[in-house]
């Protein structure tokens, strides 16, 4: 894989009090933990970027922001993009990027904040996977993602919903904000092994039937564990009403805004930059 060197756009300009916000320590740190990438990867991808089907990604140049351990930049590459470029912030998230893409000549890994992307017209497809919704400023970073889109580009994010969610957002946020979120990782961690046993035993008792409890249900005790301990960590997290998610794109200056459901839980939200 090809490393470019640091330049003046690879590291943030400042620590801005947005990008702390965000956590992407605290997430760096799960991903230094739940750093492989699965096979079950894919179909999750396939569903939080339905309205792109494995075929809309080949021979595109694509932009993945918030990469992670770059599972979401994997599978484009598998099925025949042409190059990436996946950003994040912390160096854990990034090694792990790294070496998970390790295979493709051209996907890049570069350390570079949603909030300054530093790229103008360039990418066929930018999205950004289960990000936003932590952001303490989603329109400026979505902003961001619609200049690095070339004039007639795709941006795609997907996004918590707050339909079928009540539960989470009554009882489970504000425990969130008020412990998980403040506490020293190792103690949510160690916290959330009991919670995704409660939650591991459930699935096999009850009888759910959101599609999510449906997909869940099927994965093994380390991937329960990872999105039990990826719910708890973040010091923000978003639920967005299916009009709020579609005005987060409009008013970024994206056209042809829809928003299709994922599980019945989130939303893929997708518009196209102007042609003009």
Known sequence: ?????????????????????????????????????????????????????????????????????????????LWGARSALAIDLDERSLAAARRNLASFPDARVERRSAYEIGEENRFDIVYSIGVIHHLDDPLAAVKQMVGAAKPGGVV?????????NDWLIRWFNPLRQALFAKAPLGLVYALAIPLATVLWIALRIFPFRL?????????????LLAIVFDHMIPRIARYYTQAEALDLLRDAGLEGVHAQPVNNVSWTVIGRKSAG
């Open 156 to 164: 795609l994010i997907w996004l918590y919903g707050r339909e079928n």
């Open 1 to 77: 894989m090809h490393l470019k060197p640091a330049t003046t756009h690879d590291i943030p300009s400042s620590h801005d009090e947005r990008t702390e916000r965000g956590s992407p320590g605290r997430f760096g740190y799960s991903w230094h933990i739940f750093n492989e990438i699965l096979p079950v990867h894919e179909e999750q991808f396939r569903r939080w970027t339905a309205p792109l089907p494995p075929d809309a990604w080949k021979g595109a140049d694509i932009l993945d922001v918030g990469c992670g351990i770059g599972r979401n930049t994997y599978w484009p590459m």
């Open 211 to 223: 599609e999510y409890f449906r997909l869940i249900r099927r994965f093994s005790f380390r991937h």
